[in-house]
């Protein structure tokens, strides 16, 4: 039995509109429902769809639900090649920065997206979108391949030969379009059998998704190694306020210890001055005490 094409397509269309971490489960729900429906070749085309990262999610996340901003992030592209090879100068310099702000807001919408659906798009996978949107706009065979909403992983654009199939899933009624550098497809060989179908497709799917994992490692990789030199950064900055707040401290400890100092040089003027006052009332009082025996032998001596 022939796979049915509709049945694929539909498939395609469910599965890469699933989060991430949901798609697993719901592709080999769908697997199964084909091998009870009797095509066991449908769910072998099945069971071999690839989980996409989180990146190539939210990039079809945009291509299913702002499927016109996505064109006229393209139509941008185009305008921008044409600028470029016509030598439009100041043209090319005010859609690049048009660019920038578009493919900044996309980047933006698809993380908003993310959120409605629960889900959390991290600085990772929005970094996987804006370098899968610029080679859109850098070749529009990249930007037919965003436009499916079937990426399997983000998209680079190097501009030296067109992105690799296996970076998205291509649709049975949709032929995939021609892009430069494209070999012809092929023969296909011989069916040895539903079995071995089952097994080659299986095999397929274990060495995609280990390479996936790879892939995924290495961005989880880079994002703690990033991760890492920040809180380093963090670190330097608090040893050094640390530093500057220990600075201050013993500044103010100085401080007061010389006002202290002050004030206990300040207490004992106060005492040597108490000293010196009292001294003087009392030299006073025995000259007074003096005088006044001096003046009674005067008024007792005879007139």
Do not use: C
């Not at 999610?57 to 064109?71: D, F, G, I, K």
């Not at 900044?104 to 979108?129: F, M, P, Q, T, W």
């Not at 049975?172 to 069916?191: F, Q, T």
């Amino acid at each position: 039995m022939g796979t049915d094409a509709t049945g694929f397509d539909d498939a395609v269309d469910a599965l890469y509109g699933l989060p991430p971490g949901e798609f697993v489960a719901a592709r080999e729900e769908r697997a199964k429902a084909a091998r009870s429906a009797g095509d066991r070749d449908l769910a072998g085309r099945i069971h071999a769809l690839r989980r996409p990262t989180a990146g190539a999610w939210l990039v079809n996340l945009l291509a299913r639900e702002r499927p016109e901003v996505l064109r006229q992030l393209l139509e941008l592209g185009g305008a921008l090649r044409e600028a470029q090879e016509n030598l439009r100068g100041e043209e090319l310099r005010s859609l690049t920065s048009r660019r920038q702000e578009v493919v900044s807001a996309l980047v933006g919408e698809a993380r908003r997206l993310a959120a409605e659906a629960g889900k959390h798009g991290s600085d990772e996978a929005a970094y996987e979108v804006e370098r899968t949107l610029l080679a859109a706009l850098a070749d529009p065979d990249v930007g037919e391949q965003v436009a499916t909403g079937a990426l399997v992983r983000p998209l680079d654009y190097s501009g030296f030969g067109p992105v690799s199939p296996a970076d998205v899933v291509e649709r049975e009624s949709r032929p995939r379009p021609v892009r430069r550098g494209d070999r012809p497809a092929a023969e296909p060989r011989p069916a040895r059998g539903g079995r071995d179908d089952l097994a080659a497709a299986r095999r397929r799917r274990v060495r995609a998704e280990a390479e996936d994992a790879l892939r995924e490692a290495d961005s989880a990789r880079r994002t703690a190694d990033r991760r890492a030199e920040e809180a380093a950064g963090r670190l330097a900055e608090a040893d050094s306020a640390r530093a500057d707040a220990d600075r201050v401290v013993e500044r103010l400890r100085r401080e007061l210890a010389e006002a202290e100092a002050a004030v206990s040089a300040a207490a004992e003027g106060g005492r040597d001055a108490r000293r010196a006052a009292a001294r003087s009332a009392a030299a006073a009082e025995r000259a007074t005490e003096r005088h006044t025996a001096a003046r009674k032998r005067l008024d007792e001596l005879p007139d």
